[in-house]
């Protein structure tokens, strides 16, 4: 299955390319085709490499600039880092080093929180690479003052998640560890600062109370992008034209890949090609 | 903090090469120390790209070649895989491949718990990969064709461990989910095939009672490298010559590797060095 790189001379007729450590940001790439459906999308997982989440800020950022020259290779004309901790250390370094529109999950959470809460106390889970950035708290600071950030890093919740088990006595005794903390600090809005969180999403709604207002970064991020492409002039115009308007990259277990995103997609994920960063030069 | 190569004319002086995805390996490294003191160790933690126990064979393999090539460019006499998933997929490959002696931690495992079984049924637990492999039935079948293996893959003992939640009621709540089946299998013997597992063994040897005999391949791990230095007379004559005989190189995160092998190592680590294997040029 030899892919062959489409060069767009209307350059709103390339694709967006999208990347993540792994599969947690198909629920990014999910929002974006439901809302922006004419776009064609590039998507990488760094299968080889994964998680993120507990590694060091620098080697976040050499692994998404291999990334982002991979996907710039492939003619994409804007890039969503569609994970929290490429977001959290890589997104700032990346903006300045490449002239493409990055953007990433966290701005995008980060305003939709600001916007719900009433009381200004706001919540945050993520990895411990997410948690101890302070990101969020930076980004909501920004659009409010007055706002109480309490991070709380769940390391957990990922293996759990890809273990499937989610509605599932172990993991609500550990959602209870990591959060019962956090619902005495009072606060009304939880952002899920982490791709795979919405996947446990009705049982961390059950563990925080009705009261919590849940944001999922995702949706936010899909309407980003539209008013990014918007501005920029890069929106499509033409959908369908191309045979595989969706194209999925991995650097491993391409099948397993393939079997997950065929759960979580509105679509047949049949373009899935496992690619070994260090040979593609970049 | 630069540390040079030292070239050992004396083939028997030169250091043993030890590699791990992390941190797990150190408890293969204390072995080795403790049972051959006058040997020299280069350490290798893959900590960028942990865990291996998830990732493809294929993956794997290219990894573990990276290393070999830089530990023999450390000038070591013999390499020992003191991770059981690299140990699962690339030794085969790696002693086709490499000019010098290497061993894993799987057959010295398998050789003791085939020695101490009674009823020749023995469980394995270990990751998805090294359990995918079937590779210690593999050993297990050709040391006593009697013997039956049950394998078992606990994804979630790595990361509990590395929480630190090695005796609480959610480790043990998962201990019970992977291990009551392992139970009924009536084995008497269960090799802990993942150097994460010991930390986790009074907990792991409650959930399966005092008559399953638990076996660490750690240490004899570090016996089968006595047997094979002395064998190709590579045991190192000359205790305490170097200024320091153990090095230890990462690929991310040194300050929390050696937080880490402070606290499991019965020496003081100060010899930590973050390196970029792409920058190697293995």
Same sequence: chains 1, 2.
């Avoid at 990014?28 to 800020?57: H, Q």
């Avoid at 919540?123 to 109480?148: K, M």
Wanted: charged residues 25%; proline residues 5%; negative net charge.
């Amino acid at each position: 299955m030899k892919m062959n790189v489409i060069e767009h001379t209307d350059r709103r007729e390339a694709p967006v390319g999208v990347f993540d450590s792994g599969i947690g940001g198909l629920t990014v790439a999910r929002e974006i085709m439901r809302n922006l459906p004419s776009e064609k999308i590039v998507y990488f997982g760094d299968t080889a490499r994964l998680p993120y989440g507990n590694k060091s800020k620098e080697t976040i950022i050499r692994f998404s600039r291999q990334i982002v020259r991979f996907l710039m290779k492939q003619d994409v004309k804007a890039i969503v880092i569609a994970c929290n901790t490429a977001s959290a250390f890589a997104l700032d370094t990346l903006k300045k080093e490449f002239d493409i529109p990055i953007i990433g999950v966290i701005d995008a959470g980060a305003e939709v929180a600001a916007s719900v809460t009433k009381n200004h106390r706001i919540g945050v889970i993520g990895t411990v690479g997410t948690i101890g950035s302070g990101i969020h708290a930076d980004y909501l600071h920004r659009l409010d003052p007055r706002i109480e950030v309490v991070g709380k890093a769940c390391p957990l919740f990922v293996p759990l998640a890809e273990e499937g088990w989610l509605n599932d006595p172990v993991t609500e005794a550990v959602a209870h560890r990591y959060l019962d903390d956090l619902k005495k600090k009072d606060i009304d809005t939880l952002i899920l600062g982490c791709t795979h969180y919405p996947l446990l999403r009705s049982l961390i709604g059950n563990v925080m109370g009705s009261h919590v207002r849940l944001v999922n970064p995702a949706y936010e991020t899909a309407l980003e992008l539209r008013n990014l492409l918007t501005e920029q002039d890069l929106l499509s115009k033409t959908p369908g034209e191309e045979e595989f308007p969706y194209r999925f990259f991995v650097s491993d277990l391409a099948e397993e890949f393939k079997k997950f995103a065929n759960s979580i997609l509105p679509y047949d994920v049949e373009m899935t090609q496992k690619i070994n960063l260090e040979d593609e030069g970049v």
